[in-house]
C-alpha cells in the first residue's frame, strides 16, 4: 500500500495525472485508515484533480486529507497547506492561495521542514508572479533557489529556476529568462519532472519568438506540444498550442494559426482558466486585424479591455491593438484615447516595480506600443506630438532615480524642443529606430524637421559592421569603408543642411545607435573625412532630461578625485602599465591642494566610498572596467583588492549621490555594452549619470593603453584652459586624428564618448 501511494505520487509529480490517479484509487485496510498513508493518498489525489481542472473533486479529497491531518497525522498539515495553495492558485483565487502558503512556510520553519520550506517558498512566488508582483516574486524564488541548492534538491532548483524566468520575463528582461527557462528544462528533464520541462519549453519559445527567433521558437514549441500530449496534460496542450498559433500569425500563416487556435479554444472547455482563455481571444483577435476583419477584432479586443481579469500585458496588447484597429478604421480620435491609455497602463505598471533592473529592462516587451502610437501620430501629420511621445519613452528609469535623488519631479517632454536647442546653442538630433520604419527629427534653435530612415534592421547590419572595421588594421577612412559613408548617409545626411560647419550637435540615439560613436561617421565628397571634423558631438539619453541640464562652464576651483594605478586584482586584471603615468599626468592641471589620490594599495572600493566623493568636482578613474551584459548594474570598476572583493559595482555608484561636474571612466567598456528599449546603453556612465554626474565621459569598447593617457593629457589641458567637456574632448581626439601613427584610427580615439546629464 505505501509503495503504490508512493509511486503515485511520484508519477503526480511528473505530470502524468491520470495515471496518478487511476493508481491511487484504491481503499485501504482499516489499521491504515488513519495512517499517512491515508494522509497521503489523499493529498496525490487533490493534486491531480488540480491539475486536471477538476477543482470540485480536488476540494472534497483536500477537505478528507485535511481532517485526517488534523486527527491524527499532525506533522503532515504543512503538507496539506501547500495543496490547499495550489488548489486555489490553480482557480485563480490568489489572497487564499498566498495565506495558505504562508501557512505552510511557517509550518515549515517551526518544523524545520527544509523540502516544504523550498515548496512554500517557490509557491509564494508563483502566486505573486501570478498578482503582477515580480519583484517580490523573485525574492521568495531566490531564498527557495538558495536553499533548494544547498540540499542539492535538483526537482526544486529546476522548478525555482524557471519561476525566476517567468518574472524576468515579464518585466523585458528576455535574455535573462531564456538563460533560465533553458536551464530549467534541462534540470527537469534531470529531474524527471515531464510536465515542468514542458512548461519551461513552452516558455522558452515564447522568449525566441520574441527575439524574432522564430524557427527556434517553433521548435521548443512543437516539441512541448509533443511533450504535454504524450503526458496527456491539457494546459500544457493548450499553453503549447498558443505558441504555435502566435508564431503562425508571425509567419502570416492565418489557416495554421486557425487551426491552432480551434483546438485551444476546444480544450479550454474543459481545462477552466479564465486568465489563459483571455489569451487564447487575444490571439484570436489579432488573427482578425491581420486578415482585416477589422470588426471582428474590435469586438474581441472590447472584451478583453471589459473583462476585469484581463492581466496587465494582455489589457495593455488588447488596448493599443484596438488604437490601430480604430485609427484604420478613421476613427482617429478613439484611436489616440486607446493609445493613451495603454502607454498610461505601461508607465503605472514600471513604475510599481522596486528593482531597478526591472525598470531598466520594462520596455523591452512593451516599446512596441510606444513605435505604435509613434506611428500613429507621424501618420496623422502630426510629427511633434509624435517626437514628444518617443521622448516620452527615454530614459525613465534614469529620469525617476534623479528625481527620487533630487526630490524633483520627473522631467516632462518639453512642448518647444526648439527652445532647448536655443538654449544650449546647439543642434539636436533624435533617433527612432523601428522595425518597419525609422525616423530622425533635427531640431534647430528656429525649427524643427522629420526624416524617414530605413527599418532597423537595415541600420544594425551597418552599424555591427562599421564597429567591427575598427578591429581592422587599416584606417576605415583610408580603406574607403563602405559602411561609414553609408551611415552618415542614412543618419546625418538628410539633415546636414540644419547644421552649420563647426556647430555643436546632441545625439539622442536608439537602439543599434546607442553602440555607434558619430563623430566616426565617414563625410562622403572630394576629401572624405570623420565627421568629428566638423561638429563638436555630445550624446544624451532623452529631451526631457537635456531640458532640465545645467548649462555651466567648468569650475575653475575645482577639485579632483582620481582612482588609478591599482594592484593586481586576479590574474585577469594585471596592474595597467600606463595608469600611473596617466595619474601623474593629471597633477598638471590639478594642485597638491585641488586634488586627492587613490592609488597603489588605497585604490579601493572602500577608500573610494569614504572619500567624499559627492565634494568632488572631477572624478577620475585610471583602472580596468569590465561590462555585464546580463546584469549591466553589475558593470565595475576593478580597483586594488581588500580582502576578497575588488570591484566597484555600478549598483553601489548608484546608491551615493554626486554633483560632478565631469566623470571621466578611462577604463574599458565604461559606457556599458547591454542596451534597453528606451533606456539606451546601461553600464558604469550611466550609473554616474543616475548618481548626479553632470557629465560622463566612458568608452563604448576596449581602450587602448597606449594612446589614452596622451588623449586625456589633452582633455584636461583644455579643461583647464577653460573649454566646456565636449569641445575638450574633441579637441583631444583630433590631435591623434591628425597625427601620422596609429593613433589616427579610430580604435584608439572613438572609444570615448561624453554623456549630458542633468
Known amino acids: 500500500m505505501r509503495f503504490r501511494a508512493l509511486k503515485a505520487e511520484i508519477l503526480m509529480r511528473q505530470g502524468f495525472y491520470e495515471e496518478s490517479l487511476a ?29 486536471l481542472s477538476r477543482y470540485l473533486e480536488g476540494q472534497s479529497a483536500l477537505n478528507q486529507a485535511r481532517t485526517l491531518a488534523v486527527g491524527s497525522q499532525p506533522q503532515l498539515i504543512g503538507e496539506v497547506e501547500l495543496r490547499a495553495g495550489t488548489l486555489a492558485s490553480l482557480q485563480w483565487k490568489l489572497d487564499q492561495a498566498g495565506l495558505e502558503y504562508h501557512s505552510a512556510l511557517n509550518f515549515a520553519r517551526i518544523h524545520k521542514d527544509r523540502f516544504l520550506e523550498i515548496a512554500a517558498l517557490g509557491s509564494l512566488g508563483l502566486v505573486a508572479t501570478r498578482m503582477e508582483h515580480y519583484d517580490e516574486s523573485v525574492e521568495w524564488n531566490k531564498q527557495a533557489l538558495q536553499l533548494a541548492k544547498d540540499l542539492a534538491a535538483m526537482s526544486s532548483i529546476a522548478r525555482t529556476e524557471g519561476n525566476i524566468g517567468w518574472s524576468y520575463y515579464q518585466v523585458g528582461d528576455l535574455e535573462g529568462a531564456l538563460t533560465l527557462y533553458q536551464q530549467a528544462a534541462a534540470d527537469s528533464a534531470t529531474a524527471g519532472l515531464s510536465e515542468k520541462r514542458v512548461t519551461w519549453l513552452i516558455n522558452a519559445g515564447i522568449v525566441h519568438f520574441d527575439l524574432r527567433n522564430f524557427a527556434a521558437a517553433e521548435d521548443e514549441s512543437k516539441r512541448a506540444l509533443a511533450l504535454s500530449r504524450e503526458l496527456k496534460d491539457i494546459n500544457s496542450t493548450i499553453d503549447a498550442l498558443q505558441n504555435l498559433a502566435l508564431i503562425a500569425l508571425g509567419k502570416n500563416a492565418f489557416a495554421q494559426a486557425q487551426l491552432f487556435l480551434s483546438e485551444a479554444s476546444r480544450l479550454e472547455i474543459s481545462a477552466l482558466d479564465h486568465p489563459r482563455d483571455l489569451y487564447t481571444q487575444l490571439l484570436s483577435a489579432h488573427l482578425a486585424a491581420k486578415k482585416a476583419n477589422l470588426s471582428q477584432a474590435a469586438q474581441l479586443y472590447s472584451m478583453i479591455l471589459d473583462d476585469a481579469a484581463s492581466p496587465a500585458s494582455v489589457l495593455w496588447e488588447a488596448q493599443a491593438s484596438l488604437a490601430q484597429i480604430h485609427a484604420e478604421q478613421g476613427k482617429n480620435s478613439l484611436a489616440e484615447s486607446e493609445f493613451r491609455d495603454s502607454i498610461g497602463r505601461i508607465a503605472k505598471a514600471r513604475e510599481a516595480l522596486e528593482h531597478e533592473d526591472f525598470r531598466l529592462s520594462f520596455l523591452s516587451s512593451a516599446i512596441r506600443f510606444y513605435e505604435a502610437y509613434v506611428n500613429f501620430l507621424i501618420a496623422q501629420k502630426r510629427p511633434l506630438d509624435a517626437l514628444r511621445i518617443a521622448d516620452l519613452s527615454r530614459a525613465q528609469t534614469l529620469e525617476l532615480g534623479l528625481s527620487s535623488s533630487s526630490g524633483a519631479n520627473p522631467a516632462k517632454p518639453n512642448g518647444n524642443v526648439s527652445a532647448i536647442a536655443f538654449r544650449r546653442k546647439e543642434t539636436l538630433l533624435f533617433y527612432w529606430l523601428g522595425e518597419q520604419r525609422s525616423y530622425l527629427w533635427t531640431v534647430t534653435p528656429s525649427s524643427t524637421a522629420i526624416f524617414s530612415l530605413p527599418p532597423s534592421a537595415e541600420i544594425d547590419t551597418a552599424v555591427r559592421a562599421y564597429r567591427q572595421s575598427f578591429l581592422d588594421p587599416r584606417d576605415p577612412l583610408e580603406a574607403g569603408n563602405a559602411d561609414g559613408k553609408k551611415l552618415y548617409s542614412l543618419l ?77 586584482a586576479s590574474p585577469d586584471f594585471p596592474p595597467l602599465p600606463q595608469a600611473g603615468k596617466e595619474v601623474s599626468l593629471l597633477e598638471n592641471y590639478f594642485s597638491p591642494s585641488q586634488r586627492l589620490e587613490l592609488t597603489g594599495a588605497n585604490a579601493t572600493a572602500t577608500q573610494f566610498l569614504a572619500s567624499q566623493p559627492e565634494k568632488f568636482s572631477y572624478l577620475h578613474f585610471a583602472t580596468h572596467g569590465t561590462a555585464s551584459r546580463t546584469r549591466p548594474l553589475e558593470s565595475a570598476v576593478i580597483l586594488s583588492p581588500e580582502g576578497d572583493s575588488y570591484k566597484l559595482y555600478a549598483r553601489d555608484v548608484v546608491k551615493h549621490p554626486l554633483n560632478a561636474y565631469l566623470v571621466t571612466i578611462s577604463a574599458c567598456n565604461g559606457a556599458g555594452t547591454k542596451s534597453y528599449p528606451g533606456e539606451g546603453l546601461v553600464g558604469l556612465s550611466w550609473a554616474f549619470l543616475r548618481a548626479g554626474a553632470h557629465n560622463v565621459i566612458a568608452g563604448l569598447w576596449e581602450v587602448s593603453n597606449a594612446s589614452t593617457p596622451r588623449l586625456m593629457d589633452e582633455l584636461y589641458k583644455g579643461i583647464r584652459a577653460g573649454d566646456d567637456p565636449a569641445t575638450a574632448l574633441r579637441n583631444a581626439k583630433l590631435t591623434l586624428v591628425h597625427s601620422t601613427g596609429n593613433y589616427r584610427k579610430p580604435f584608439y580615439w572613438a572609444p570615448f564618448l561624453l554623456y549630458s546629464g542633468s
Open 23 to 51: 493508481l491511487d484509487r484504491f481503499d485501504l485496510p482499516s489499521p491504515l485508515t488513519q495512517s499517512d498513508i491515508a494522509v497521503w493518498q489523499k493529498l496525490t489525489q487533490t493534486s491531480d484533480l488540480s491539475y
Open 492 to 568: 546625418v545626411a538628410p539633415a546636414e543642411k540644419l547644421i552649420p560647419r563647426n556647430s555643436r550637435v546632441v545625439v539622442l540615439p536608439d537602439g543599434s545607435l546607442n553602440s555607434l560613436n558619430f563623430e566616426t561617421l565617414v563625410v562622403p565628397g572630394s576629401k572624405p573625412h570623420y565627421w568629428i571634423e566638423d561638429a563638436t558631438i555630445t550624446t544624451a539619453n532623452s529631451l526631457a532630461l537635456l531640458s532640465r541640464a545645467a548649462l555651466s562652464a567648468p569650475p575653475k576651483d575645482g577639485h579632483l578625485l582620481v582612482v588609478g594605478d591599482a594592484l593586481a
